[in-house]
């Protein structure tokens, strides 16, 4: 067991900040993340636990990163290119390079998921006025959208 691993207590990792979930002044609502894990070294990635609070969402965006999900808490649904998948505890969600992508609480209790990502990374894209139009022309997913 790698001796920096602090547990938990209430989902809440001790000796490990609370944090805004982006600053960037995005639009998000209810979201809050812990950075678990920053490897260096043979290990470049990041180890990171997001909670969205009931009815809370993260930000509509994509990137040219690849990276994967686990839900350890909770249930919603999560918006994946063109398509919704509703996730549960223990669902593993891979999200691919310039996949649009976002994640909403539905259920009593927060969705809580840890997300691994290389620490050689972008920045995320939001949509553009020409992109946001074309997922609102999409009847499967506009309903579900916030941006």
């Avoid at 040219?64 to 249930?75: L, S, T």
């Amino acid at each position: 067991m790698n001796s920096s691993f602090k547990p938990f207590d209430n989902f809440r990792w001790k000796d490990i900040d609370l944090l805004a979930y982006k600053e960037d002044g995005s639009l998000f609502k209810g979201v809050t993340r812990q950075v678990l894990f920053e490897g260096s070294g043979e290990i470049k990635c990041q180890l990171r636990y997001f909670e969205v609070a009931p009815g809370g969402h993260t930000t509509l965006e994509c990137h040219d990163h690849a990276h994967v999900v686990m839900v350890i808490r909770g249930e919603g649904d999560v918006l994946l290119g063109d398509h919704l998948q509703h996730v549960k505890q223990f669902d593993v969600v891979e999200i691919g390079s310039r996949t649009w992508h976002q994640f909403r609480a539905t259920g009593k209790q927060p969705l809580g998921f840890l997300c691994l990502v290389s620490s050689d990374r972008d920045r995320p894209h939001r949509p553009d006025p020409d992109e946001k139009q074309q997922l609102l022309d999409n009847p499967s997913i506009s309903d579900f959208l916030r941006f």
